[in-house]
Structures are given as C-alpha cells and as structure tokens.
C-alpha cells in the first residue's frame, strides 16, 4: 500500500519532468517576446510526428531522431519567427494571439490530412517495461527517469545559455527593454527569431520524449498547451526552476488523480492549476505582481 | 477630452437614417422566415443567428472590453448541459428552462471570472482555456447526463411546446432570430451609451482609460459575466435545436470559439458591422468549400493569419478603404 502510494508518487515526479520541459519553450517566448504561443502544443506533436517519420523512414532508434528533430525545429521556429511572427510582437495583444492560434488550427489538420485521428506511439524495445528495483517495493521506470534527467539537463542549459553566453545575456536584455537594445544595435528580428528556434529546439527533444512516453494523435497539441501553461504558472513566470518545480506539481495531481479515478487525470491536473491560482497566483517561486 | 460629461452621445457620428431603415426592413424579412423559407433554409438560418451572436459576443469582449477569451464554449456548454438537466431531471418546460439554464451558467461564470481576472493578457486567454476544459472533463463525470457519451433530449418535451412541427420549428427560429437582433440592437445602445464610451477608452488606450477615471476591472468582469449569460442561452437554444448534446459537442473549441473568432476577425472586429460581414463570408465559404474537409480548417487558418498580418481590421476595414460607410453610428467625432 506505502509502495503503491510511493510508486504513484515517482511516476507524478517523473511525468513532471516531460512537462517542465514542454514548459520551457512557452516559458522562453513569453519571456522574451511577450507572446504566448497558442501553436506550442501542436509545435509539440508536430516533433513527434517527425520522430515518426524518422523512425519508419529511415529505420532509426527512437532516441537517435533527436539528432534530425531538433535541429529542424530549431530551424523552423527561426524562420516561423523570421517570416511571420516578427511581424505582430510588441502589437499588443490580438494579433500574436490570432496567429499563433491560425497556425495552430493549420498544423492540426495539416496532420490529420497526412497521419489520420489514429493514436499513435513510438515504442522502445527492450527499455519500455525496464524499471530499477528500490528497496520496498518501489521502482522506478527507466524512461521516466530518463525523460527527468534529461529535462534537468535541458533547463540547467538553458540557464547557463542565459547566463553566461552573450546572446543569452542579450535575450535577457531585450525582454527586459526591447527599445534600449535595438538603439543598442542589436538586430531585434534576429534575437526574436533566436528565441523561438531555441523555444522550437526544447520543443522539439519535448516532442520525441513525449512520443516515447505516451500515446499521440494530430489532435492532442491543445492538451499539451495547457499542461505547458499550467506549469508555468504553477511555477512562477520568469523563473526556469519554477517551469520544473510547475510541472512537477502539475504531474504529482494527475498521477493521484490517475490514482483515485482513471477518468480523472487531467481534470486533477487542471484543478490543483485552478486552486494554485486561487491561493498564490504569482506562482510558488513567483515574485511580485500576478501574470 | 471635449466631450461633455452629461452627454455620452455627444459628438456621435450622424449618418444616413436609411441604414436604420435598411435593418429593419431584413429583420422583418427574417422574421417572416417560417412563411417563404424552407425547411432547409430554416435550419441554416438558426445557424447563421446564432453562430453571428456568439462572434459578436466574443467581438464585445476582444473588440472592446479588451478581454481575448479562447474558452466562450464553456458557457455554450453549460447553457446546453443546463437546459437538457433542467428538462429531463428536474422536468421544467423548455421555454422556461432556456432563461433558468442562460442564469446558471452567469453564476458558474461568477466564480470562474473571479478565478480568470488573477491573469492578464494572453494568460486571461489560455486560462479561459483551462477552465472549458475543467466544465467538458466535468460534465463527462455526470451519469445522470450520460457521462461522456451524452445524452438526447427525449421527443415528449420537444412535443410540449407545441403539437405542430412547423409551429415548433418556427418557435425555435423566432427565438434565435430574436435573441440575435436584442443582441445587436442591445450591444448597439450599450456601445452609445456612457458604458460604450468607457468600452471605447478601454479597447483604444487601456492606461490611459484608467487614468481618466474609467474602474476597467469592474467593466471588464461586468461584460464578462453578461456576455456569459447571453452565451449560456444561446448554448441551451443550439442544444433545443440539435437535440443532442455530448461533453465533446457541447464544449467544442472547434465550433464555438475557433469558428466563432473566425467569423469575428476575418470581418473585423471592434465594429458591429464586421461580424456580420465575417458571418456571411464564413457560411458562403463553407458552402462552396465543405467538401474539403480538413483543408478548410487550414484555409481558415491560413485566413486568420493573412488578415491578422495585413489588414487586422478585417473585411469590413478593407470596405472602409474603398468608403467610409456606416450603418451603426457607434464612433464619434472629437
């Protein structure tokens, strides 16, 4: 019985770490441009989709299609940026809103024109059913542990890049008074477009984990906006820790939730978001004002 | 400012009184439906009404109280779900349980306005998300309403309102109808009224709105909630109509927001005429393009973006180019 509570509680911490990675990227763009992305969900699937493609096409091990995915993320959230969405930052509030919304409704059925409504999954021979033995009955699966590790590691890079290179202290910069920087002469387009293939490469190794980890089909983006959202601001906006610290949160309600009732998961997940909101709703490492 | 304070109609536009005339003229057409239209016509004419309505509401909201809202299916949802609890449990007659069903989702929007006004901007929008999502996943928990494989609205209480089929079908036509004119003529009186100049301030310079004196909060959560409750009866007359009502149905972003914001942007929002130019072009679009599917989804898209990047004041901007026509004098002359 503890173990049992003990194993639903690893499995929430580790489902965490998947979403403080989808977090991340919606995090990253927000920070810096003051928009939030309505497509970041189907951006999200849209890299599992490719992962797929990958591995049936050219026979390739799941993981191994994160050396083709990230980089044509990476590649299509700079260019996305450079060609559309560079057009509507700092118009307020409408137009960012409305077109990352456009692109999201053109990349879901964009997908379901090319891969049906079927649910799909990208399964790992051999390490899907492996898990490592604790004392007490408690184990821990591999892929989930693998899934968090990774997701530390990708926002301890994230925060060195911030920190210590010169675009990321100019990333920082621009958020903080894009005006000043562009008088600066700093190319604005080109530190936006940096933002969002790098939102769009975090995006992209979210994608493959995620397509690993649980079933997919054209349709599931939305979810996982929301997910990404809710860890954001679970977390406290403006804070990497926070995004992991949210979606750990985040995953911990819906494993109970899992627990006491199948049915509902999610709806756990979204009511613990709603009473976060209700009690602190600058976020747990949020400071000052509310989002 | 040279407006004076007693008299928000001051320095509003005059403009040729034929339009009022104009408008009239086709509600009275429309109102005539049942005698000259088909059955087929009717049907999607109740549509037209109310897929019109719901794009002016989420306009009221976008276009000028400032409040991009991504989640309007909650209430269509609650109002659906409302009504058929109302009817089949608790056996009120449907007339009557249409304006009990539009109050209770006005109440439910209470608490989640309350909860939603802790976050601006696009927060706002992605939590108004998160909250349809917590009514859908919550209504397919309901056993009683079929849990989430939905629940028909049995014929015997359809019959009660009245023995005749084309009675019956004209009644719920008169009522969309109906609910759509109050809905314009209403938004039309508030945007001339005191209310309508603070709307203005907000949706054209927030800061500085607030600054002249206007509570943007407390109009903010009074527009809100009221167009909940016009949202929730028009969410209980779609589910009258269609007779059957699932948690996916009832609570689909697909049809009652991202449709909805469509027909609001792709005519403009911010007027009260771009809707209704967006609403046309919508259902004429669909007509000629229903066979494609999902590449008509992509197209709206693709839509969506065109105009947001080139002419955001939509269809109804593009007729103001060509001429400055007006047929609700809603702006004013400084």
């Known amino acids: 019985m503890l173990a ?27 920070g810096v441009m003051r928009i939030v992305n309505l497509a970041h969900g189907d951006f999200i699937v849209m890299a599992a989709y490719m992962a797929l493609v990958a591995v049936t096409a050219l026979g390739l091990h799941p993981l191994l299609t994160l050396f083709i995915v990230v980089p044509l993320m990476a590649g299509f959230g700079y260019f996305g940026q450079r060609l559309a969405l560079n057009r509507v930052v700092g118009t307020g509030l409408l137009a960012p809103l409305m077109v990352t919304f456009g692109l999201s409704i053109i990349i879901q059925n964009l997908l379901l024109e090319l891969f049906s409504a079927d649910s799909r999954r990208l399964p790992l021979p051999g390490l899907d059913t492996a898990s490592i033995p604790l004392p007490g009955g408690i184990s ?47 190319d604005r387009r080109h530190l936006y477009a940096i933002a969002t293939g790098l939102a769009a490469a975090v995006v992209g190794i979210a994608g493959v984990l995620m397509a690993v980890k649980t079933n997919f089909d054209p349709l599931s983006g939305p979810t ?36 006491i009732d199948p049915g509902i998961q999610i709806l756990a997940g979204h009511v613990a978001f709603l009473a976060i909101l209700a009690i602190r709703p600058q976020g747990i490492l949020g400071r000052g004002e509310a989002p | 400012m040279s407006l004076k304070a007693k008299d928000p109609r001051a320095g509003m536009v005059r403009g040729p009184r034929v339009a009022s005339l104009v408008l009239l003229g086709v509600l ?67 007339l009557v349980a249409m304006p009990l069903a539009a109050l209770a989702t006005a109440l439910l929007a209470l608490p989640s306005a309350k909860l939603l006004f802790r976050m601006r901007g696009a927060y706002f929008a992605v939590g108004s998300w998160v909250v349809a999502e917590v ?55 508030l945007l001339r009224s005191g209310y309508g100049l603070a709307l203005a301030a907000v949706r054209d310079d927030e800061e500085a709105a607030r600054a002249s004196g206007v509570q943007v909060e407390r109009i ?41 914001m469509f027909i609001a942007v792709i005519g403009g929002i911010g007027t ?14 669909r007509e000629q393009l229903a066979d494609l599917g999902n590449w008509f989804f992509v197209i709206l898209g693709l839509a969506t973006i065109a105009i947001m990047l080139f002419e955001p004041r939509g269809l109804w901007g593009l007729v103001q180019r060509w001429r400055a026509i007006t047929f609700f004098h809603t702006s004013r002359r400084l």
């Open chain 2, 220 to 260: 903010r959560f009074r527009v809100f909630v009221g167009v909940a409750l016009v949202t929730g009866l028009i969410g209980a007359l779609i589910f009258l109509h269609k007779l059957r009502i699932t948690p996916e149905a009832g609570f689909s972003v697909t049809d009652w927001t991202v449709i909805v």
């Open chain 2, 272 to 285: 009260l005429e771009g809707p209704i130019l967006g609403a046309i072009a919508y259902f004429l679009l």
């Open chain 1, 140 to 186: 821990i699966g591999v892929v989930p542990l693998m899934m968090f590790a990774v997701a530390v590691a990708v926002l301890a890079g994230l925060g060195w890049f911030f920190r210590h290179t010169m675009t990321g202290r100019l990333l920082r910069a621009v958020s903080d008074d894009p005006e000043i920087v562009g008088l600066m002469g700093a």
């Open chain 1, 4 to 30: 049992d509570m003990m194993n639903t509680l690893i499995q929430g911490i580790m489902l965490g770490g998947l979403y403080g990675l989808f977090a991340a990227g919606l995090s990253l763009m927000f």
């Open chain 2, 135 to 189: 009514f859908r996943l919550a209504a397919a928990q309901i056993g009683a309403l079929g849990g989430g494989s939905g629940i028909s609205l049995p014929a015997k209480f359809v019959k009660a309102i009245s023995a005749s089929r084309w009675l019956r079908e004209s009644t719920i036509y008169w009522i969309a109808l109906a609910i759509m004119a109050a809905v314009l003529i209403g938004m039309w009186l």
């Open chain 1, 224 to 259: 996982r906006l929301l997910f990404a959202f809710e860890a954001v601001i679970i977390g406290g906006m403006g804070s990497l820790w926070g995004t992991l610290l949210g979606g750990v949160i985040l995953g911990l309600a819906q494993a109970i939730g899992a627990r």
């Open chain 2, 28 to 94: 009275l057409l429309l109102a005539l439906g049942p005698w000259w239209a088909s059955r087929g016509t009717m049907r999607l004419l109740v549509e037209f009404f109310y897929m019109l309505t719901l794009a002016q509401l989420w306009n009221l909201l976008a276009g000028y109280a400032g409040l991009i809202s991504v989640g309007q299916q909650a209430f269509v949802g609650l109002g659906g779900y409302f009504l058929f609890a109302l009817v089949i449990l608790a056996g009120v007659p449907v």
